[in-house]
């Protein structure tokens, strides 16, 4: 799935084709981060990755980065993992959940961070180079918890 979601273009920069231990090696955390998966019928739909944003005095606030397979969007997979992801930052001490590269034109993603709580703090023009969209600004959003 992870392969899936990086073929496509729209969300990652990672680089493609990626093969699964290069995969598993951008996506799953070690402790204090936290990489977890959502299944259905016994398929992964989706997985969240979820830890420190940054190391020492940064360890304060929260990181998270989410993929759900094509087929099971809409569905409500990446609503369950958000809600999963946020109270677990809670559980853990966090003071708060930043994403550093949320892709402008993934317009089910910032809706979804915003029906959460998340708020735009700041947008890098340009930074992403989207297959369909061509050049398209990267969102840092903040929930405070």
Not at 22 to 31: C, G, H, I, K
Not at 53 to 82: E, Q, W
Not at 111 to 137: D, K
Request: hydrophobic share 40%.
């Amino acid at each position: 799935m992870i392969d899936e979601v990086v073929r496509e273009g729209e969300t990652y920069a990672y680089p493609t084709p990626l093969a699964p231990e290069e995969a598993r090696a951008l996506w799953v955390e070690t402790p204090p981060g936290l990489t977890v998966v959502a299944e259905l019928d016994g398929r992964i739909v989706g997985t969240a990755k979820m830890g420190p944003n940054r190391p020492g005095p940064g360890d304060h606030v929260g990181t998270a980065s989410f993929m759900v397979a094509g087929d099971a969007r809409g569905a409500g997979v990446g609503r369950r993992l958000a809600d999963w992801v946020v109270d677990w930052h809670r559980r853990e001490g966090y003071e708060g959940i930043q994403f550093n590269a949320v892709v402008a034109s993934n317009e089910p993603a910032v809706r979804l961070w915003r029906s959460v709580g998340f708020e735009i703090v700041g947008t890098v023009p340009g930074a992403f180079r989207s297959p369909r969209h061509g050049r398209v600004g990267l969102h840092v959003m903040f929930l405070p918890l």
